[in-house]
């Protein structure tokens, strides 16, 4: 496959994507966890059919970091906000909390094993691509994807305390792993940047770049630009902030949430922005996950066999610890019960942006493993999460229509 | 002052400043990273578009057109300037000149209407034959004239000289299309100067690459002694020609049916037509940018679809436009331009009094409104691609002497390309058809929430 097909399979999937969501038929066909296009570029990739190469792959990685740019942004201008609602900073912090313990859990459990599978390596806390590795990992396994929650809420036609208390903790979780991204990015030496930086320095400048583009897009949009312009701003300040980014070798995830946050918190436009932003979310966020996908090779993932047994394992952990705290502190979702466990197993694109920041930024086994992780976590996500969200929302007496039902009233219409 | 004109003053100087931080980050990044390498295009991508758009919006005030201030903005940002963009970089955009280059075709035409055409067709049948011909042998004279002032011709027999200015009358007679549609569109001009020049740049497209492949016949002998008389060169046209305008027609009659029966996602549509289908075109040696002014001709004349595909075009094209404008202001050669500038600026006004020359008898040949009669000659100053593509082609076949032509077309080109878009807006502006611009810049987006 040369580059025109692949840069036409990519239009095409974009469009078959976005013809999709635009008829908002999503909610009952496609994967729960909006994963479909990893799938498909999996099948294509080298473990599968073998149809893409590494060379092919390399040709589309601007295009793929502007997808996760544009993911990030949106993700950055929605944090916080549920369509126009705010989410209450007591979920926000309940959700950031979540979405860390989880990272750290995970994180922890693949540190030692990792530590344990190469005890020859150097001291433990200077031991940088063990730190990048299972620091990745946790942060690509950290999340609770909005897509799956929503996917079972709209066939269940959920509605109530416990979807909205999951919808929001689900939006509130991405925070701390794509922060923690920019700092686990700088832990080995940015090889784009002439000088050598503290890593602590980096990283705060990364969320300084980051805000900073927000505010300067806050401020171009607010003071006389006309609403046509809207777009060129957006775009054009966004592919600086994206480009300056992977310039510098630093997390575009990062750098994008931050600006995206920015924009969101001093912008009295947040909607119009949002608005003028979303259409291009499907075009460029469905060939970044093709390329995620196709990018998946396991045979680069040293000891695999190790590897992705204790990532699951640490995740059903911290998502147990995270079921029990919030069924401790919320009385709604106590009545949902034991199926929120694997209702919260359910990650996605957030995940698998991560790992293909991981992937671009680390090529070889660190930024594989920290891929392969984060598509296994989406697969066990995908077996289990539909089944325990809808259990769950059942169990609260939330879901008002099942399934089935449903779409037999739908085919009878 | 009235409030409201120091509020927009003061917003045009914060407007300003920021460039100005957006100009220092471009240059802590250029001193901070690396240089080359295909990252640096995502970056440079997103300030010619962000300073373009800012630099377009400051100038509007002196009436300097949107696509000039690209342009100027293009050139400070490039190589030869502040090098806030590399070589490279330029190089990594040159993909989004094809997709500016479609959308402008299709656009191109999709504006032209069969009834506004034929009301015009006197003026452009006259014009055609004048603008071309005409001037063609008047620019070829001139460059004789001039020749002391061309050191490339220094060492020609002067039989071989002749051949050579024949070519440079060929590159004198191309138009441009993207500046015209540029300023149309930011004008949103509509009258008899709007409608006559856009039909005759695009039509003028097709009748520069007829005329060229006759001169490249007419002067082969000229040029390389010995050679015979052939008129392959036509044949080989007329396949590209005909094919072209067969495959456009099947497009113009595709994309209609697309527009009626699916009309989703036309941005996608585009992208695939200019980024993938120009270059499989290309491959298949068929002139993509006929093949695409017949397909908008079609969809615009043969279905009900026009408004809307012209809607779409506009859209994307905000975006797309800034970019291919900016990036052709930092393809810029400016050190070429300040080597070359005397017989540039030379060759530049001949070419500008014969254009207005031949249009003042062309007017008066066809009967002109008065507006035309007086600004016509206006929107056909500007050059761009199609003069470089020629010059490109002399210079693959005649490198002896090509490289200097080539050279002396891109210092010309970039004088037209400055000032032609500059003269046709303050002619629509004075003849009363640009569009009033209504100056919404103080109004709030919708759905405006209040500051957390």
């Not at chain 1, 686990?184 to 980096?202: D, E, I, K, N, S």
């Not at chain 2, 962000?50 to 949107?66: D, F, K, M, Q, Y």
Request: some cysteine.
């Amino acid at each position: 496959m040369n580059a025109l097909w692949g840069m036409m399979g990519l239009i095409a999937a974009a469009f078959v994507g976005s013809v999709l969501v635009a008829r908002r038929s999503h909610a009952r066909h496609g994967l729960a966890s909006g994963s479909g296009p990893v799938l498909a570029g999996f099948l294509i990739g080298p473990t599968a059919l073998g149809l893409v190469t590494p060379g092919l792959l390399e040709v589309f990685n601007p295009l793929a970091q502007v997808g996760l740019g544009w993911l990030a942004l949106i993700l950055g201008l929605d944090y916080g906000w549920l369509d126009r609602r705010r989410i209450p900073t007591a979920r926000l912090i309940g959700g950031t909390l979540a979405g860390l313990l989880t990272m750290a859990v995970v994180g922890a459990a693949t540190f030692a094993l990792l530590r344990r599978l190469h005890p020859s390596g150097p001291i433990w806390w200077q031991d940088t691509t063990n730190w990048i590795v299972a620091g990745g990992i946790g942060a690509a396994c950290a999340e609770t994807t909005r897509h799956a929650v929503r996917w079972v809420a709209d066939r269940v036609k959920a509605s109530g305390p416990v979807t909205e208390l999951l919808l929001d903790v689900s939006d509130a979780d991405d925070l701390g792993p794509l922060l923690l991204c920019g700092a686990l990015f700088t832990l080995q030496p940015p090889a784009g940047l002439r000088w050598a930086t503290h890593p602590g320095v980096l990283w705060a400048g990364q969320i300084g770049l980051g805000v900073a583009i927000g505010l300067l897009t806050a401020l171009l949009v607010s003071r006389r630009f006309r609403s046509r312009s809207l777009w060129a701003v957006l775009f054009g300040t966004s592919m600086v902030a994206i480009g300056l980014a992977v310039r510098a070798d630093l997390s575009v995830l990062t750098v994008a949430f931050c600006m995206g946050l920015g924009l969101s918190v001093v912008s009295r436009h947040r909607q119009a922005i949002r608005a003028a932003v979303l259409p291009g979310e499907v075009p460029l966020r469905l060939p970044a996950l093709l390329l995620a996908g196709a990018r998946i090779d396991v045979a680069q993932v040293p000891f695999l066999a190790w590897v992705i047994p204790t990532v699951l394992g640490a995740r059903v952990l911290a998502k147990g610890l995270v079921a029990g705290c919030a069924a401790l502190v919320s009385p709604p979702l106590r009545r949902a019960g034991a199926p929120l466990l694997p209702g919260l197993m359910a990650c996605g694109p957030t995940s698998m942006s991560i790992g293909l920041a991981f992937a671009l930024r680390f090529p070889g086994p660190i930024g594989e493993t920290v891929l392969v992780s984060a598509a296994a976590a989406t697969v066990l996500g995908e077996l289990v999460a539909p089944a325990g969200l809808r259990a769950a929302l059942r169990r609260a007496g939330e879901a008002t229509a099942e399934p089935a039902a449903q779409a037999v009233v739908e085919v009878a219409a | 002052m009235s409030s409201t004109g120091e509020s927009r003053k003061v917003n045009r100087g914060v407007e300003l400043l920021l460039l100005g931080i957006l100009v220092g980050l471009m240059v802590l990044a250029s001193t901070a990273t690396h240089e080359g390498g295909r990252s640096h295009a995502l970056a440079a991508l997103g300030f010619l578009l962000l300073a373009g758009t800012v630099v377009a919006n400051v100038l509007e005030r002196l009436g300097i057109p949107h696509l000039t201030a690209y342009l100027l903005t293009g050139m400070a940002a490039g190589p030869y300037a502040l090098h806030l963009v590399d070589h490279s970089a330029v190089q990594d955009l040159s993909p989004i000149n094809a997709l500016a280059l479609s959308l402008i075709s299709l656009a191109g035409g999709a504006e032209l209407r069969i009834s506004k055409l034929i009301s015009a067709a006197r003026s452009l049948l006259w014009a055609t034959l004048l603008q071309n011909v005409l001037v063609l042998l008047l620019m070829a004279g001139a460059f004789l004239a001039l020749r002391l002032l061309l050191p490339f011709t220094a060492d020609l027999p002067f039989t071989v000289v002749v051949g050579v200015a024949l070519l440079w009358g060929v590159v004198a007679i191309t138009r441009s299309p993207s500046a015209t549609l540029g300023v149309l569109s930011q004008t949103g001009a509509k009258g008899p100067l709007a409608t006559f020049t856009l039909a005759f740049v695009m039509a003028s497209d097709v009748v520069v690459v007829i005329v060229l492949a006759l001169v490249f016949t007419v002067t082969r002998p000229l040029l390389e002694p010995g050679a015979a008389f052939s008129l392959r060169a036509f044949r080989e046209l007329g396949h590209e020609v005909i094919g072209s305008i067969a495959l456009g027609s099947t497009l113009g009659l595709l994309l209609a049916a697309y527009l009626r029966f699916v009309g989703r996602q036309l941005v996608l549509v585009f992208v695939a037509l200019g980024l993938v289908m120009t270059q499989v075109l290309d491959y298949l040696r068929f002139d993509w940018l006929l093949i695409f002014i017949t397909a908008g001709f079609v969809v615009q004349n043969l279905s009900k679809q026009g408004d809307k595909f012209l809607e779409e075009i506009e859209r994307l094209g905000e975006i797309v436009y800034v970019i291919f404008f900016a990036t052709a202001g930092a393809h810029l050669d400016l050190p070429l331009l300040t080597q070359l500038w005397p017989a540039a600026l030379a060759l530049t006004l001949c070419r500008g009094g014969f254009t207005w020359f031949a249009a003042r008898i062309s007017s008066r040949l066809a009967n002109d409104p008065p507006t035309l009669r007086r600004w016509g000659w206006t929107g056909l100053v500007s050059q761009a691609g199609l003069a470089l593509g020629i010059a490109a082609k002399i210079q693959k076949e005649h490198p002896g002497y090509g490289t200097g032509f080539a050279a002396m077309a891109v210092a010309t080109v970039a004088l037209n390309e400055l000032v032609g878009p500059i003269l046709f807006k303050a002619a629509l502006d004075r003849s009363g058809e640009s569009a009033a611009q209504v100056d919404t810049e103080e109004s709030t987006p919708a759905g405006a929430e209040p500051a957390r």
